[in-house]
């Protein structure tokens, strides 16, 4: 079956644009997460919705950083005002109720401010 | 995040010898923890889990060990080969509705 897929693949923009990233989960998935992830370095947590609970937003770097996640499905990373040390590949995961630890995780994003 | 700024350790291994990963947990109510393999160019994979009332269990290849005494995870591949050089991640979950954890991560580089 289809995977978590997201888009852009990469995105390339101007210091001080924003930029909105996309991620499609698993059909069926409640729980959604997006990370960060430099190179060469480990996962960044930046958000976690969980079905119709308030998402936790803990991880997120600054209020430049928002994400929505509509009808329970789609969500969107929104980054305002891009700086040059936000560049970095974004990494979406979903997981189900019955396998939550067992994440899926889409391809990422890789962004890159100039 | 507790990983920015700091690049990942690095355990090399010749091929087809036996690999060991270890995590150090922090929290000691988790109920699963869990190891994802990360290959290069790719997001994280999920590898094998264990629940918090065992010790042991085995996958295919791979054996994941917890110590909960001293919060110690360890990650064993037996027969290391080239296609198992990838950054493997130890994770923690608390239980239903928490979050996922994961750890720093370890890089995996398998000598021919």
């Known amino acids: 079956g289809a995977g978590v897929s997201q888009s852009p693949s990469n995105k390339v923009t101007e210091k001080g644009k924003d930029v909105e990233l996309r991620c499609d989960p698993i059909s069926g998935h409640t729980a959604l997460y997006w990370y960060r992830q430099s190179l060469g370095q480990g996962l960044e947590f930046l958000i976690y919705?969980?079905?119709?609970?308030?998402?936790?937003k803990s991880g997120l770097p600054s209020d430049r950083f928002s994400a929505e996640r509509t009808g329970g499905s789609v969500s969107t990373l929104t980054i305002q005002r891009t700086q040059q040390e936000d560049s970095a590949v974004y990494l979406c995961?979903?997981?189900?109720?019955?396998?939550?630890?067992?994440?899926?995780f889409g391809p990422g994003t890789r962004l890159t401010v100039t | 995040g507790e990983s920015v700024g700091l690049h990942l350790p690095t355990l090399s291994v010749q091929e087809g010898d036996n690999s060991i990963i270890n995590c150090a947990y922090s929290n000691s109510a988790s109920d699963y923890f869990i190891w994802y393999k990360q290959e290069s160019g790719k997001g994280p994979q999920f590898i094998i889990d264990?629940?918090?009332?065992?010790d042991k269990r085995q996958g295919q290849r791979v054996t994941v060990l917890l110590n909960k005494t001293v919060k110690h995870l360890s990650l064993q591949i037996a027969a290391t080969q080239p296609g198992d050089s990838a950054v493997y991640f130890c994770?923690?979950?608390?239980?239903?509705?928490?979050?996922?954890?994961f750890g720093k991560g370890i890089t995996l580089s398998v000598r021919p």
């Open positions: 994770a923690e979950f608390p239980g239903a509705n928490s979050k996922l954890t």
């Open positions: 264990i629940r918090s009332n065992m």
């Open positions: 919705f969980q079905g119709n609970s308030a998402p936790d």
């Open positions: 995961a979903s997981s189900s109720n019955r396998g939550a630890y067992e994440q899926y």
